[in-house]
Nanobody
Framework: QVQLVESGGGLVQAGDSLRLSCVASGHIFSTYSMGWFRQAPGKEREFVARFKLSDGNTDYADSLKGRFTISRDNAKNTVYLQIKSLKPEDTAVYYC????????????WGQGTQVTVSS
């Protein structure tokens, strides 16, 4: 069973930067695609970023591209989400997720890490 453990969230001020981490069990990056979602209070969970398994390239939500950067360290089985110039509307629970291939349901989820941005 794939297990995902997230960390790096916290209470920050607008304009700050954060790097969230997600450690995956086992060496799964060659088989599973990895991604990040977030869910703000009262809103639906939304896609943030992912790695494509097919070519290894990244994919971002159009509205977030530029401030968000997904990266990974294969040796450490860790995927990161760097967030720059945080805004109050970035306040949400951020989830790491994994699936087999590039399409279909995201099958595995982390517990989420809370990011709270104050003005």
């Amino acid at each position: 069973q794939v297990q995902l453990v997230e960390s790096g969230g916290g209470l920050v001020q607008a304009g700050d930067s954060l790097r969230l981490s997600c450690v995956a069990s086992g060496h799964i990056f060659s088989t599973y695609s990895m991604g990040w979602f977030r869910q703000a209070p009262g809103k639906e969970r939304e896609f943030v970023a992912r790695f494509k398994l097919s070519d290894g390239n990244t994919d971002y939500a159009d509205s977030l591209k530029g401030r968000f950067t997904i990266s990974r360290d294969n040796a450490k089985n860790t995927v990161y989400l760097q967030i720059k110039s945080l805004k109050p509307e970035d306040t949400a629970v951020y989830y790491c997720t994994a699936r087999i291939g590039d399409y279909g349901s995201w099958s595995y989820w982390g517990q989420g890490t809370q990011v709270t941005v104050s003005s």
